[in-house]
């Protein structure tokens, strides 16, 4: 079992920067593949990106090059560092954790980014 916390979201103005964290609770989060996603009002949740245990990492192609995610198995963290905001950023961002290369079962409550013109 793991617990995740998001924190970190905001309303910020387009252009600007966030950094999301991810902060898990059990012994063996090193071995998670960890993924963000967002739900926008109105939408499906979607993919961001995600990043294995040993450190390979995808992204969404909306946010390739703006968006940047990382983890710090030690902190058990993950955080996403978001440049560039755009107004089709806003949403609710949530951690998940999946075992290996299972699904996603381990979710946190979210945290709202709120991009404005």
């Known amino acids: 079992q793991v617990q995740l916390v998001e924190s970190g979201g905001g309303l910020v103005q387009a252009g600007d920067s966030l950094r999301l964290s991810c902060i898990a609770s059990g012994r063996t989060f090193s071995t998670y593949r960890v993924g963000w996603f967002r739900q926008a009002p109105g939408k499906e949740r979607k993919f961001v990106a995600s990043i294995t245990w040993s450190g390979a990492i995808t992204y969404t192609d909306s946010v390739k090059g703006r968006f940047t995610i990382s983890r710090d198995n030690a902190r058990n963290a993950v955080y996403l560092q978001m440049n560039s905001l755009k107004l089709e950023d806003t949403a609710v961002y949530y951690c998940?954790?999946?075992?290996?290369?299972?699904?996603?079962?381990?979710w946190g409550q979210g945290t709202q980014v709120t991009v404005s013109s």
């Open positions: 998940a954790a999946a075992v290996l290369s299972g699904n996603f079962d381990y």
